[in-house]
Every structure is written in C-alpha cells, then in structure tokens.
C-alpha cells in the first residue's frame, strides 16, 4: 500500500520545480531532502493539521516512503526496531503536544535501549503561540526529560543546520532519540541551503598493552567475556568471537540485552545473566577477571545487597562512553574508543598455546549444562495448559533456525533466549526497556527493514497496549507472526506479589491482574484490523499450523493458551 501511495504521487515529485517560484525550496521540502541525504528511506507517523506540509514534502521525495500508524506509540515503536535492524537513524513523525503525549512511553523505553531516532512534531503557527491556540503547548519543555535533546525552530533560516545536528545527537555515543518541534509557518517558509552532513568522531585509543598483560596472567577458568548492547551487530560479533577464540575464555551476555550478541553454538557461550545481582555473583564467582565489553549494564530487577560483581574480580571495561565506567562497576583498567575495535586489538595479542584443549572442554561442558536444560524442559511437556516455555520451544521447532525474534512475552524474559538458536547475523530483539507496547510495532519495524519473517512473542496484556500495530502490518503486508501467549492474567504481577508475601496475593485476590471478565477475543480483534488468526493450544497445533502462517508471508496471529510460568 505504502507503493501504492508513492506511486500516486508519482507526477507531484521533483520535476524541476520548487515551491516558492523564485529558486528557493521551501523549509519542508529542504527537511525531505535532507533526510533523504541521511539515509532516510522511511518516516513512520500519525500525522495531523500541523504536519501536512512536512507530509506532503514526504510523499514528493522520490527517496522517501510514509508509514502510517494508528496511534503514536506505535510509529515511534516502528522507528524504533526499524532503526537497530537497518542500523540507521530512525524518524517518527507525531502530531502537537497529544500526539508526543501518546508516543512518550515509546520515547522512553528508545532513550533506554540507545536507539538513534529523531522524533518530530508539527506545531501551531509561530505568529499567534502567544495566544495559546488550540493544538499549541510547550513541546520542548514535555519531551526534554526522555530524549538527548530538544529544540522548537524559531527561524527557517536554521532549518538545515537544526535538522543536520539533530542527526548527529542521535547518532552520537550514546545514541538515543532527539526531539524537533516544527511550527507549521515555518515549514511553509523559505529555507536557506542545508549544511553538509555532520561527521561521526573517532574514537579515542586505548591501553591495549596494560589490559594484555592483565589478561595473560588469569588462566581461562580465571577470564569471562560479558558483552552489551554496544556490541550489536555483524562486526562487534566477530570480535567477541574472536577473542574467545584467542583465550577460550566463557562468555556471558550483560543483564536484558536487547540485542543478540554471541552465536548460540560456540563452545564457549554460556548465556545472558539474570538481572540478580546476588545470581550473577553465583554464576561469576569462580572468575577473577572480567572483560566488560561497552557501557556499564549490569541491570538488575529486584534489589538485591551488595557489589553487581564477585568482590575481588578485576574489571577491564572497554567504553566509547568516558561517563560510563564506575556507573555499575568499578573498572581497574578503562580502554576508550570503540569497542569492538578495541576487543578485535586485544584478540591479536592475547592468544595463548593449549587453547584448543580449552575450546574442547568448554565444548563438554556446555553439552552437559545443555542436556540438563532439555531434562528440565521434558518435565513441563505434559502440561496442559502449556507451560510459556514448551509454547515457545514448539513455535521455534516450527520455524526455521535462526528466525528473527521480537519479544515483549514477560514469561519468557530470560527462557526464549535459552530456546533460540542463532549465529552472525541472527536477530532477537528484546524489550530491554521493560515498557510493554513496544513489541508488536517494533516487529513491524524490523520486518520492513529486513524483509524477513518475524516472530513477535507477546502476552495478551502486553498485546493489548499496542495493537494497532496489527493494521500497519496488514497495510504493509509485512510478514511478522504474532504469537500471544493467552494466560488472560498478568502472571508477573501476580508471581511477584507472591514473592513479596503480599496478604491480597496469598489469600488469592489479584488486584487489577485478572484479565478474563470479560475475556479479550484476539479472534475478534485480529480481523478488525485485516490479520488472519489461528487458534493452536497443543505442541501439535502448533507444530501443524505456524509453518502455513510464515509460507503465507503476511501478517498472523498465532494465539496460544498458557499456564503459570513457574521455574523449570
């Protein structure tokens, strides 16, 4: 559809005209090029009165497609998982202070996870915001506490050079999202020549010598890897690959990641840590060097006393981020500047005789903690409901290898990461900002940037906070499966109060948590935006009807009824 829209106005695009007839273009059209020379190819809004001329310069841009969403939350979500997978900055366009309103949860959980985005909104006519007209409110001042910065254009002569830094704010380390607030008459106005782009600085070196050496005096039991969201991707994989390779050291991933970050069947892979301190002083409490690999994210849940890592283990940190070291653990050595090229430095100069008997015993060792895994899996198989985890493990079994994954499912916080199978560029998407609403049109989002399939996992709480992410899918034909897995309860909520030895949980009065009077009918909800849906509440309906949904190559809703997530 969104094809269809551009080919419309196909004749209205560039054809050697500009719109103020005396050689100049106005600010909007000035906006649409300069995105489309940031390597913008998608904006994703919920437009209104105030935006139709930054729109209309949109839909005149040969380079540039318009994602419509059904609610603002939902095009800064779509943003949001389309800039991680495109590794692009991404651009939301919302509607005055209501519109950023609706979207600042969104806004949130991007500032949380890093992801580079430039938010704009329209707003009333400069001449008469002394008034205080309708639609008008201090946008600056509502966005300012979630993004890197925010500015509202006072003069179309900035324009360019506005536009221009808010792209390098947001790319600049550490990425997150920037706020522009355009007032309507402005970007009628005419505009100056933008400036070239802004360049990415280079990152500072590091002491490679001094963390060597520290490294060549613990032996491999002694060394563990723990790599962050700052690693993502392709490059920063490899590098981490190969300094386990070059140390057969164990590697974790940092507390909630968002992105994934070590292949699944290296040997030396030993997966993401809890967000429990006191845990993770378990798992760790045998090393005695880490080498954390980006910004401090030794994220907990709950509280818990004492130090984020064993006491006495030495930490080398490598951060572009000079703020970051000491945030969450002391660092004895601080290696600036990029981090996958600093990890990749290291790996050259640390390789030490014997460690492919290292590798081959790792290789053990994981065999064994794997099968334990799957005995504990092979208890719960029985059940009916299912258990969230033998859901997610027949849905991944029905799908091919390393599919891409999006999950916002809080029974499988930690679980889904242990089932998934994935290499060098694999992608599973995590809602490491804990704010639900985040998954569904995130999905959407890194469907339309990779054009591959996508399993979006979510609860039906955690559906209902952004499902009119289900149109634009449909819209757009975008080939994500939507598994909600139906407890019809907030099963977290209710596990946790059981923890905390509330007198409403023990005496079985879930307060606000019970989502079944009346019961959501997903069926009901799924053909009111255009998406198929199919019911499938045993191993074997899954197992039968998922691999049709993803052969269709269109948007689905897979609905599963689950039990509790009890531990397995």
Known sequence: MICAMRDHHADTKRQ??????????????MIAAVLEDEGVTHV??????????????????PGLSYVPALQEAVAVAMADGYAHAAGR???????TASGLGHAMGAMIGAARMCTPLVVIAGQQDSRHLIRAPWLADDLVGIARPVVKHAHELTR??????VLR????????????????SLPVDLTLAAADPPPPRIPASAPAAGDIDAAASMIAGAEADDLVLLVSDTLAGPRGMRAAIAFADATGCRVFATPVPRAHLFPTDHPGWRGVLPPDLAEIRSILGDARLAVLAGEGAIRPYHYRPGP???????????????AAPGLDVAADLVIGGDPAAGLAALSAVVARPGVAAVTMRRRAEKAVADAGFTARLDRLRDRLPLHPMIAADAVLKAAPRGVTVVNEASALIEGLRRLWQGGIGDRHDFVASAGLGWGMPAAAGVALATGRPVLCMTGDGGAMYAPQALWTAARLRLPVIFVILNNRRYDILMRTATAMGLESAAAGHAVGMVLDDPAIAFDQLAASMGVAHL???TVAAIRDGLPG????????????????????
């Not at 994703?44 to 935006?51: D, L, R």
């Not at 179309?156 to 050079?161: F, K, N």
């Open 16 to 29: 050697g005209r500009d719109d103020m007839g005396d050689g100049q273009r106005s600010v909007a059209r």
């Open 44 to 61: 994703f809004g919920n437009p209104g009165s105030t935006e139709l001329p930054l729109l209309d310069a949109v839909a005149r841009a």
């Open 89 to 95: 900055v991404g651009v939301a366009h919302l509607h």
């Open 156 to 161: 179309p002569e900035d324009a360019g050079q």
């Open 165 to 180: 830094r808010a792209f390098a704010l947001a790319r600049a380390w550490p990425p997150g999202p920037v706020f522009l």
């Open 308 to 322: 984020a890592l064993p006491q006495g283990m030495r930490v080398i940190q490598l951060a572009r981020d000079p």
């Open 535 to 537: 019911r499938a509440d």
């Open 549 to 568: 949904l993803l052969g269709a190559g269109r948007p689905a809703v897979l609905e599963i009824t689950i039990g509790g997530a009890d531990p397995y």
